[in-house]
């Protein structure tokens, strides 16, 4: 892992970790699946911390926000408030949590615990050097078919103007509360709701080991993509 570089007081960082992670099978709430040992969500807030960010606000579930402010005591500043219902909630309830002073805001999911420190920081460059919004992406490396209801192959999609989101996103804080107040339904992350206010999201090359932990096989993954990292 790098060297933590200065702290930049004017990026503050906000983790929904409410969700239960139904997909991950039964268990605790996904941000405290272990993973090597560890809460996924401590393995991400290391590699946030190391990117030199002013400001952490987690989202925890409601019933565990003391157990998950003890937990990541050791990481560093970090405040700790119940989330929502939903991922959208949790991260309304974060994003108010911080203090006025900071102007850029990324928003990163706990189940991307690899996500490296350069990847925060290149984030956070970016809407720093002008843009409202700005997502991580890789190429979608992977034939798309659009498909029917019947299970009937409609068409293949052209993969070369497709790109796989991930996270942290970051925003201009004025342009990510916008975009809360503005919604109406539900969104899979936050640069979607951006969209609809014909806000331009800039893209910025994504790294793959900000994979998203999601299934059980994603957990074997991490770990062996953990031990690689961790190599001598």
């Not at 706990?110 to 190429?139: E, F």
């Not at 004025?174 to 609809?196: P, R």
């Not at 999201?201 to 994979?211: H, I, Q, R, S």
Request: aromatic share 2%; charged share 20%; hydrophobic share 55%.
């Amino acid at each position: 892992m790098t060297a933590r570089p200065e702290l930049r007081g004017d990026v503050a960082v906000l983790v929904p970790a409410a969700g239960l992670g139904v997909r991950l099978g039964p268990g605790g709430p996904k941000a405290l699946r272990l993973l090597s040992g560890e809460p996924l969500l401590v393995h991400a807030l290391r590699r946030v911390a190391a990117a030199g960010v002013g400001c952490v606000v987690v989202a925890a579930p409601p019933g565990e926000v003391d157990a998950v402010a003890q937990l990541l005591a050791g990481i560093g500043p970090v405040t700790v408030v119940p989330g929502g219902d939903t991922r959208q909630a949790s991260v309304a309830a974060a994003l108010a949590a911080v203090p006025a002073n900071f102007d850029i805001i990324l928003v990163h999911d706990a189940a991307r615990s690899l996500a490296p420190p350069a990847l925060v920081v290149s984030v956070a460059d970016a809407v720093r050097a002008g843009h409202d919004a700005v997502i991580p992406v890789l190429p979608v490396v992977d034939t798309i078919k659009e498909v029917a209801a019947s299970g009937v192959v409609v068409g293949t999609v052209d993969r070369t103007v497709l790109r796989a989101v991930q996270t942290p996103q970051g925003f201009r804080r004025a342009v990510l509360a916008a975009a809360h107040d503005a919604a109406t339904d539900q969104h899979t992350d936050d640069a979607g709701m951006v969209e609809k206010l014909g806000v331009p999201v800039f893209c910025v090359p994504g790294d793959e080991l900000a994979m998203k932990i999601t299934r059980p096989v994603d957990l074997m993954i991490a770990e062996a993509l953990l031990a690689r990292t961790l190599a001598p």
